[in-house]
């Protein structure tokens, strides 16, 4: 079964300073991975797709990596500003019982303190 | 464009009853999908359409009905609401399977 980690759940770092996030999957057969960015009360908003063929993806101060051998992407926020704050999630693009799914973690909530 | 629009943003329902939740993109896209968020459950996937006329399961699908009569809208009905409906429901759609996925606003609902 696919499942999606997202450690840690909470995080809070003073502005400016640069960042990684953590997402872990245990099923390596993925198709893509997404980032995504949820501010409170809101919906998803995507950030970075990576196809499983690629190794990262880049916007602005955002970086994001994709190994699959070992089941692991990052999100790097370069020089984070206090507008960063929101909760983060990924998700993995797997077909699951012969149907295309997203399973998404449970998200990273990040603060960014002025 | 509007994107995904989700209407209502807020509802309160009674146990029993019966609603519909709207859901609709203007950006032609093939795959649509219903999520709920729960606290400590993240995102769990409801139903889903890979094109008008066509619907599949999610993972938790008990409960809740789907139709895709046309390209642009995915409404999801609730039979019989039930208190374990409370939750936040999202739409989200896709130009295909794996692309970028675009979501609502979200709804809302309570269940008394």
């Known amino acids: 079964k696919q499942e999606v980690t997202q450690i840690p759940a909470a995080l809070s770092v003073p502005e400016g300073e640069n960042l990684v996030l953590n997402c872990s999957f245990t099923?390596?057969?993925?198709?893509?991975l997404q980032w995504f960015r949820q501010d409170p009360g809101k919906g998803l908003t995507s950030l970075l797709l990576?196809?499983?063929?690629?190794r990262e993806q880049t916007s602005g101060r955002l970086n994001a990596s994709l190994d699959k051998s070992s089941g692991r992407s990052t999100l790097y926020i370069a020089a984070s500003q206090p507008g960063d704050s929101a909760t983060y999630l990924c998700?993995?693009?797997?077909?699951?019982?012969?149907?295309?799914?997203?399973?998404f973690g449970q998200g990273t909530r990040l603060t960014i303190n002025p | 464009n509007a994107g995904v629009t989700q209407t209502p943003k807020f509802q309160v329902l009674k146990t029993g009853q019966s609603m519909t939740l709207q859901c609709a993109q203007d950006?032609?896209?093939?795959?649509m999908s219903w999520y709920r968020q729960d606290p400590g459950m993240g995102l769990r996937l409801i139903h889903y359409?890979?094109?008008?006329?066509?619907?599949d399961q999610g993972e938790v699908p008990n409960g809740y009905n789907v139709s895709r009569s046309t390209t642009e809208d995915f409404p999801l009905r609730l039979l019989s609401a039930a208190p374990s409906q409370t939750s936040v429901y999202f739409c989200?759609?896709?130009?295909?399977?794996?692309?970028?996925?675009?979501f609502g606003p979200g709804t809302r609902l309570t269940v008394t």
């Open positions: 998700a993995v693009g797997a077909l699951i019982q012969g149907a295309q799914k997203l399973v």
């Open positions: 990576i196809q499983s063929s690629q």
């Open positions: 359409s890979v094109g008008a006329g066509i619907t």
């Open positions: 989200a759609s896709s130009y295909s399977k794996w692309s970028v996925q675009y």
């Open positions: 950006m032609n896209h093939e795959y």
């Open positions: 099923d390596s057969a993925i198709y893509n």
